[in-house]
């Protein structure tokens, strides 16, 4: 059985979780480097506290620990001048001023402001667009607003790890989360048998219904698209899961450290979970793959030349390892029949659903790292299903926070395929400790 079918056990030697394990091996130092070292890359700006949850109002399921705590930066003095609202500010000049709401109403949608910016200003560096939405996001936007709303935070100070958030209030999340997998018009699909994943074998439909099925029940006209919708879920709740057995608190010695039989219980015994982090792997990194030519051309606006080359080098290095490998996910076999623009459109909204739930999550730390990573899948589909390569004008806007979001994401599931794969070795040694 190869790893990527759901069924694989995680001792299978097979090619397909050897390739990526070795493409990991190179790219995983970079993706530290690039979210440890930069400035660009290790802030993140995103409504942590202002908005309430949509779907619910409990407050008994709140995290009280204080491992579920955040600190913001609370002074704009305190934020490298990369993120500083004001040095961003001093960019809009009269050529490059940020439009007033009725000005964005008034233009028609999907056309770029582009043509406003003063010569030498990369889109990247103006503050980003009040409530622009673009009906291509997948995401609803996190950061909006030029006057310095939302909540600034060091991605680095604020690691993601065990929290203790747990219980009803965890999993009212994660169930209402599954539950957006329920498609409304199942379309019969030739394409249902096709997958996505590139050069790799991959399951049959049937195999991966009976698997998911002792999770959650889903419907019996499984096509492609939705599969694809699952998989990204239940494998960044692995890569979560993965994270917080990597950095438990050992509530007895006080100690933080990795919990093998917490890897155990989540991951190991339920290998279709880690054939999904894989799998989010594989579509991640062709997200940031697929996005060379733009990132060749992309200003990072520290104010300070050397550190935008340096940061620069690593991004386009990291593009650079992912486009000297075989491409290993291929988005060109989804949304492919007569039903796709409406099962798009289903598939998109229901990943925004996903995205709002975030405000349900009632721990702090989780309700920050889960924002980022739903940002992160939510712009890899956006890059995925909505950029073409080759037409360079008519791509939607990539916002600052969505770079910073994809990349971090795809750190946080390098670093899950690195925990694994030292987890996967302590069990298969039958040792209790890493
Ligand atoms: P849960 O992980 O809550 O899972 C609930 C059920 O979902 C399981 O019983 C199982 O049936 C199913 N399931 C589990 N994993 C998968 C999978 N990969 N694929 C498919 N189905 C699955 N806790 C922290 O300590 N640190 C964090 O940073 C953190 N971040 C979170 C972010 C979000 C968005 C949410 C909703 C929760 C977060 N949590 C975090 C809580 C954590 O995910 C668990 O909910 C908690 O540890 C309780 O775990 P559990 O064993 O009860 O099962």
């Known amino acids: 059985v190869c790893a990527f079918e759901p069924q694989a056990r995680v001792s299978d030697t097979c090619s ?22 930069t400035d660009f890359f290790s802030y993140y700006r995103l409504n942590l506290f202002n908005k309430i949850c949509p779907f619910w109002q409990d407050e008994s399921s709140l995290c009280g620990n204080i491992a579920c705590a955040v600190n913001t930066i609370d002074s704009q003095e305190d934020l490298p001048p990369i993120w500083r609202v004001e040095e961003l500010g001093k960019l809009e000049g009269p050529r490059a001023g940020h439009p007033g709401k009725r000005q964005q109403e008034e233009r028609p949608k999907k056309k770029p402001l582009q043509g406003r910016l003063g010569d030498d200003v990369g889109e990247s560096c103006v503050v980003e ?25 060091s991605l680095v100070d604020n690691r993601e790890r065990f929290t203790g958030y747990a219980g009803l209030g965890a999993h009212q999340v994660w169930d209402s989360i599954y539950r957006e997998n ?29 698997v998911i099925q002792r999770e959650q029940p889903q419907p019996d006209d499984e096509c492609i698209e939705k599969r694809v919708f699952h998989r990204i879920i239940s494998g960044m709740h692995a890569s979560i899961s993965t994270h917080l057995c990597r950095e438990y608190l050992n509530q007895t010695t006080n100690e933080w450290g990795p919990n093998v039989q917490c890897y155990k219980d989540r991951l190991h015994n339920h290998p279709e979970r880690i054939s999904n982090l894989y799998f989010n792997y594989a ?26 080359q340096d940061t620069k080098d690593k991004v386009l290095a990291l593009t650079g390892q992912l486009h000297s490998r075989p491409q290993i996910f291929d988005e060109a076999v989804m949304f492919q029949d ?12 229901r990943f925004r659903n996903v995205s709002r739930l975030m405000d349900c999550v009632g721990c702090d730390k989780c309700r920050l790292w889960g924002k980022l990573q739903v940002n992160g899948y939510g712009t890899a589909l956006k890059v995925l299903f909505e950029y073409d390569e080759t037409k360079n004008g008519e791509n939607p ?13 795809l750190a946080r599931i390098s670093d899950s395929l690195a925990a694994v794969r030292s987890f996967r070795q302590a069990v298969e040694a039958g040792h209790e400790e890493i």
């Open 338 to 349: 007569e039903n796709s623009i409406e099962l798009k459109e289903d598939f998109r909204n």
């Open 182 to 210: 329920c498609f409304v018009k199942p379309p019969n699909s030739p394409s249902s048998q096709l997958s996505p994943l590139h050069g790799l074998q991959v399951q049959a439909a049937n195999d991966f219904r009976s």
């Open 129 to 153: 667009y009040d409530d622009e939405c673009d009906e291509r996001d997948y995401c609803v936007p996190e950061d909006e607003g030029s006057s310095g709303k939302g909540d600034y935070v």
């Open 397 to 409: 806007l990539l916002r600052r926070t969505e770079l910073v979001a994809l990349i971090n994401t």
């Open 283 to 308: 579509l991640v990194s062709r997200a940031v793959a697929k996005l060379q030519k733009h990132l060749e051309h992309y200003k990072f606006c520290s104010f300070d030349p050397d550190q935008d």
């Open 16 to 37: 397909s979780y050897a390739t990526l394990d070795a493409l990991n091996d190179e790219i995983h130092p970079i993706l530290d480097s690039i979210t440890q070292d």
